[in-house]
């Protein structure tokens, strides 16, 4: 693998980065809110440090940057220019032309519609909308071309850590609420996009609206994969993980046993031709195939709306739960981030260490190090939350 390496940001540690469409340039965005661009041919800047976002309380500055997919009349064009979103920790979204002549970036739009640092943005794929995420809890879906708030989603019950679309327009969010929302966007076409000219659609067609979250179980299930698609290798991991019988993993694969047949499977299949002599296995494992035709696992996983029973909000006045330390469920002082990604108060974690060496708690799993990083974010906020307690 070939390695490739940018210091240019010394001011700040590098909270986003990607490649313009046309993969000749990166544009990088630091925590004291710069954003800087690079040639991927020469790895040198093309231009000075710009000040695009705040730093913000937590001195995140930039959280994310990100290119429309359909903006540009021709990747290979001198004269090319891109449209591009940022977000930062000032609340704020921005729109920028990059103009690949100049190799510049201009300042098109401040969007401002969330009341909490923006987490991320993306573009659909028709770049017909623009959706941010932010620390307040809502998502807002922006028209990039006349710059107005088409709609705001307030589902989550605490921050909203990312938002995706997908190509035949479903809207995916992230929360620290522990829930994934999937949301079903509907929108006019405004004609057919003509992609060897700029588009800037002057009509959006009708107006958007958003599958109700109820449905969101009932497209979570559409989109669960049939264990009839299953290969021989995932019939075999079924039986290792699900039904706990792996010493009959082996002879299904020699007898390329997929999905599909494994729907054919009877008691008498199992014992004379795959050598399941015990009847207590045998029942097992068919008990096992009439829960996947009946639409479950054998180990039973919840539905989406019995997660959202499990993380109702809390009661008005107590802190959100990624305020609380997961060791102690007391609420962090000095919150620290771990190897395993988790976050933790840090006499509490190093406390675990003692006793337990390297080993994660939410994880079980060995750590490849002890180091503990402070998490500024959380502990903004935390001050914040604890701020408006006393006010209170």
Known sequence: MYC????GHPESNVYAATFTPCDCYIVSGSGVGNIRVWSVNTMQATMLPLDAHDAGLSSCGVSCITFSPTFHSSLTSSTRCFLMASSGHDNKVKLWIFNNEAKSLRLQKELSGHSGPVSFCCFSANGMHLASSSFDGSIVIWNPSSYEQELRLDSHETIVTSVAFSKT???????CDKKVIIWKVNSGTGGEIDKNLFYFPSESGAQLTVAAPEETEKFAQSLKPSYQDWSCEQVASWLNDEVKLSQYADIFKEND???????????????????????????KIMRAIKALRDGGLTSSAPSISQLQDLYKPA???DPPPEYLCPISLD????PVTAADGFTYERKEIEAWFKRTGTISPM????LTSDDLHPNQTVRSLIDEFLSKQKCG
């Open 363 to 366: 994880t079980g799993k060995q």
């Open 331 to 334: 609420i962090m002082f000095d």
């Open 315 to 317: 009661n008005e006045g």
């Open 169 to 175: 327009n479903y809207l995916a969010s992230t929360s």
């Open 4 to 7: 490739r390496q940018i210091s």
């Open 257 to 283: 046993i997929d999905g599909r047949e494994l729907d054919e499977v009877t008691a008498e299949v199992l014992q004379k031709d795959l050598g399941v002599v015990s009847l207590g296995h045998r029942n």
